[in-house]
C-alpha cells in the first residue's frame, strides 16, 4: 500500500500530473508551503515596469548567469537581475526551487515548486532569461577535481545543517545527510557544467559560494575559468560583501591590505572605529545595524576579575567561534577542527598552573542553541575543570571586552576578536584560516610544534612580547579597511530585503540618485576590479 510520500513520487513521475494539480488546485490558492514567492510575483510587474525605460536604452553589457536558491535569495536574485539588465547586462537567472537542502522532498511537489517559481518570475521572462536548473539536461560525467570540491563542500553541507565539526559516517542519520547532500551536489555540478561550457558565461555570479548548491556553481564556474562574484551580507544595512574569483565566506582580503593598508589613518578613522569599538564593549547597537555583539555592557577590568574570581597570575583569553556558522567551514591549518584545537590548548593549559586560562564562548552561541556549545567541547576534553581554567558561557553576563582589557596573551581560530584584542597591544596567536592572519600583528604557527612552542616562548616572557606600538597601529589601520571598506555600499540587505526595498525602488537604484551611491558595488558584481573613492 502505498504511503502519501510515495503516491506524491508516484503522481511526480506521470506525465503532466504536476502540471495539472498545479493549475487546477494549486496556483491560485494561497500558499502554505514554506517555499513562497508570492510576494515576489505580486511586486515584480511593477518592479519591471521601473527597468524597462532603463534596460531599453543602456549600453550593451556582459553575459551573466546568475544562481540563485531558497526563497529568500531568490527574491532577491529577482530584483539584482533587473537592475543588472537595466545597466545593460544580459542575465539568465538560474534557480533551484528548494527549501530544504537537508531533507528529501516528493516529485510532486518539487515539480510543483517549480511551476510556481516559474510563474513567480515572468514578469522578468522580457528582460531576463529564467531557467531551473531541476531542468537542465546534466552532463555525462564529471571531471576528477570536481568530484573532489563535491565531496569538500557535501561534508561542509552537514557540518552546517548538523551545527557540528564532527560528521559520523557510521551513524544512519550523519551518513543520510551526506549522501544526500551528496547526491544533490553531484547533479547541480554536473547540470551547471553542461549550461556553463554550452553556453559560456562572461561572469558567474552566486551569492556565499561556499556551501549547498552556491558552492558547486562556483567551484564549476572556477574549473571552467569562468571569472566568478561570490556575494554575502554583514550586520549592518545597504552594505554588501564581495569577492571575486573567491568565495565570500573565506573572507580573502589581500587586495583590500595591497590596495588600502599602506595608506596612513587619520583622526577621523580613528574616531569612527572608536566609536564602533565602544558599541560593542556598551552592548548597543551601532550603525545600520540591530545586532548586539554583547549582551551585557563592560563593567570595567577590576569589576572583572573579582567576578570571575581571578588572581594576579597572566591570563590568557581564548575566544571561540560558533560552530556550523559557515564563515567557519574549511579554515582548519593543523588543527582538523576548531574543537581539536580548544581540545589540545585546554588540555596543555591544564598543566599551566602559572597562568589562567578564560575561555569565551562565542555570544552568538544564544542564536542557534542546537549547534555543539564550545562549552561543551572544554567539559569533553576536561571533566574535571581545575580552578585556574574558566569558562565563560554564551549567556553569562561577562562583556568580552572586559576580558581583552585584562587579557596578556590572546588565542583565536578566525573571530574578529584577534583582531580587536591586537587593538589593544596585546600578542595574539592565530589558529585558523583567518582574513587577519599574517597581516605583521599576530603570531601565525603552522603546525601543532609551532603552536606549542609558540605558546611557551611567548609564555615564558609576557611583557617582551607586548605588540610594539607600529605593530598596534597596523591592527587599527586593518581594523578600519576590515569593518569601514570591505563592505560596499548596496540597496537591499538580504534579511530586510522586503523593507529595504519601500526605501530603493528598482527605479531609485537605476536613477542618478542611486547609481552615485551603489553604482561602482554593481560594476563589482559583474567582476569590474575592485577601486575606491
Request: hydrophobic content about 40%.
Amino acid at each position: 500500500m502505498l504511503n502519501k510520500t510515495s503516491l506524491r513520487n508516484f503522481l511526480g513521475e506521470l506525465p503532466l500530473a504536476a502540471e495539472l494539480d498545479y493549475t487546477l488546485r494549486q496556483k491560485n490558492r494561497a500558499r502554505k508551503d514554506h517555499y513562497n514567492l508570492a510576494r515576489l510575483q505580486k511586486s515584480l510587474p511593477q518592479a519591471a515596469a521601473q527597468a524597462k525605460p532603463f534596460i531599453e536604452k543602456a549600453p550593451a553589457g556582459k553575459n551573466i548567469l546568475f544562481f540563485a536558491t531558497l526563497h529568500y535569495w531568490i527574491e532577491q536574485a529577482a530584483y539584482i537581475s533587473l537592475v543588472l539588465a537595466g545597466l545593460g547586462h544580459k542575465v539568465t537567472l538560474l534557480t533551484l526551487p528548494y527549501s530544504e537542502w537537508h531533507k528529501e522532498k516528493d516529485k510532486l511537489t518539487q515539480k510543483q515548486r517549480g511551476l510556481h517559481t516559474r510563474d513567480a518570475l515572468f514578469p522578468l521572462s522580457p528582460f531576463i532569461h529564467h531557467a531551473s536548473l531541476l531542468d537542465l539536461k546534466p552532463a555525462s560525467d564529471l571531471p576528477a577535481s570536481l568530484h573532489a570540491d563535491i565531496a569538500e563542500v557535501s561534508l561542509w553541507d552537514a557540518q552546517y545543517t548538523l551545527m557540528r565539526e564532527e560528521v559520523d559516517m557510521h551513524n544512519p542519520g550523519d551518513k543520510a545527510l551526506y549522501d544526500l547532500r551528496l547526491k544533490r551536489n553531484t547533479f547541480a555540478a554536473r547540470a551547471a557544467l553542461a549550461w556553463m561550457q554550452a553556453h559560456k558565461p562572461d561572469v558567474v555570479l552566486v551569492p556565499n559560494g561556499l556551501i549547498l548548491e552556491m558552492g558547486i556553481v562556483f567551484r564549476v564556474a572556477r574549473y571552467l575559468n569562468i571569472p566568478a562574484v561570490t556575494f554575502e551580507f554583514n550586520d549592518q544595512r545597504e552594505q554588501i560583501w564581495l569577492a571575486h574569483n573567491t568565495s565570500i565566506m573565506q573572507q580573502d582580503t589581500d587586495y583590500l591590505v595591497e590596495a588600502r593598508c599602506h595608506l596612513p589613518m587619520t583622526d577621523d578613522m580613528y574616531e569612527r572605529l572608536a566609536d564602533l569599538e565602544n558599541a560593542r564593549r556598551g552592548a548597543r547597537v551601532w550603525g545600520k545595524s540591530k545586532r548586539l555583539w554583547q549582551y551585557v555592557s563592560a563593567q570595567g577590568a577590576e569589576a572583572t576579575k573579582k567576578a570571575l574570581g581571578l588572581d594576579d597570575r597572566p591570563v590568557v583569553l581564548l575566544a571561540a567561534n560558533v560552530l556550523g556558522d559557515s564563515l567557519t567551514l574549511g579554515r582548519n591549518l593543523f588543527a582538523a577542527s576548531m574543537s581539536e584545537w580548544i581540545t589540545k590548548t585546554v588540555q596543555y593549559f591544564a598543566k599551566r598552573t602559572d597562568v589562567q586560562l578564560v575561555i569565551r564562548v562565542h555570544p552568538g552561541e544564544k542564536l542557534v542553541p542546537q549547534a555543539k556549545s564550545m562549552g561543551t567541547v572544554v567539559r569533553e576534553a576536561l571533566p574535571e575543570l581545575p580552578g585556574h581554567i574558566h569558562v565563560i558561557g554564551a549567556l553569562d553576563p561577562v562583556n568580552t571586552y572586559d576580558l581583552i582589557e585584562i587579557a596578556d596573551l590572546g588565542l583565536a581560530y578566525t573571530t574578529t576578536v584577534g583582531v580587536e584584542t591586537a587593538m589593544n597591544g596585546v600578542p595574539v596567536i592565530v589558529c585558523g584560516k583567518t582574513h587577519y592572519r599574517g597581516r605583521g600583528f599576530t603570531l601565525d604557527p603552522d603546525t601543532w610544534d609551532e603552536y606549542f612552542s609558540t605558546l611557551e616562548k611567548v609564555l615564558s616572557d609576557l611583557p617582551a612580547h607586548r605588540l610594539t606600538e607600529e605593530q598596534t597601529a597596523k591592527a587599527w589601520n586593518y581594523a578600519y579597511r576590515f569593518f569601514f571598506e570591505y563592505p560596499r555600499p548596496f540597496p537591499w540587505r538580504l534579511m530586510n530585503f522586503w523593507d529595504d526595498l519601500e526605501v530603493w525602488s528598482v527605479e531609485k537604484v537605476l536613477s542618478e540618485e542611486g547609481m552615485a551611491q551603489f553604482g561602482d558595488t554593481f560594476k563589482f558584481l559583474v567582476g569590474e576590479p575592485f577601486t575606491w573613492k
